[in-house]
């Protein structure tokens, strides 16, 4: 039998919000509060199946942009959001984990917790996600795309563009060759 009333703060606490383009994870207060309130005491779906799309979302989705991007990077993603990563580009977990500065140790203790990782590290991966949405769209593939990611690359000293998305001069350097790649020029 329906009900008007509304949930309590606790039940709501305990009912993980679906925000889209958000991390994963348990949101804060201040995040459910700016939710309508169908959104907030909707069901979330299977864990599973949430952590194997989050970075095809990232890529994939509507780019966000200005301070949603700001807010989003300075919330954190869920840390599951690395092995999302991992799986999308077909590499091992400890590759992504390096190239966002997170230690195995930690990635695990914050996978385990539903925790999300660092401002840093969520930068990284939000770079990584930009700079392969730009490579899907060059390569017109997302396989294409996810292997030329992958590959040492004799522009980039011999160095895989997905490995260089560590540092904003690394994502730089790729954006200029994918840049060179979509227009004819060298690269």
Do not use: C
Not at 98 to 116: E, Q
């Amino acid at each position: 039998m329906p009900t008007d009333k509304a949930p309590s703060k606790a039940a709501i606490k305990k009912t993980p919000a679906v925000i889209p383009h958000a991390p994963s994870g348990n949101p804060t207060s201040s995040e459910l509060a700016t939710l309508p309130r169908s959104v907030r005491i909707r069901a979330k779906p299977s864990a599973r199946r949430l952590d194997d799309t989050l970075f095809t979302h990232l890529v994939t989705d509507a780019p966000l942009a200005g301070f949603a991007a700001i807010h989003t990077i300075r919330v954190g993603y869920s840390a599951r959001m690395m092995k999302a990563a991992s799986q999308f580009f077909g590499v091992s977990d400890a590759r992504i984990q390096g190239i966002a500065h997170v230690p195995a140790s930690t990635a695990s203790r914050l996978d385990k917790n539903n925790a999300r990782i660092d401002s840093g590290a969520t930068e990284r991966l939000y770079r990584m996600g930009m700079v392969t949405r730009m490579a899907i769209e060059v390569f017109g593939s997302k396989l294409a795309a996810i292997d030329w990611m992958r590959q040492p690359n004799r522009a980039l000293g011999e160095t895989a563009p997905l490995d260089l998305m560590d540092t904003e001069p690394g994502a730089v350097s790729v954006r200029q060759v994918l840049n060179a790649i979509a227009t004819g020029g060298a690269a």
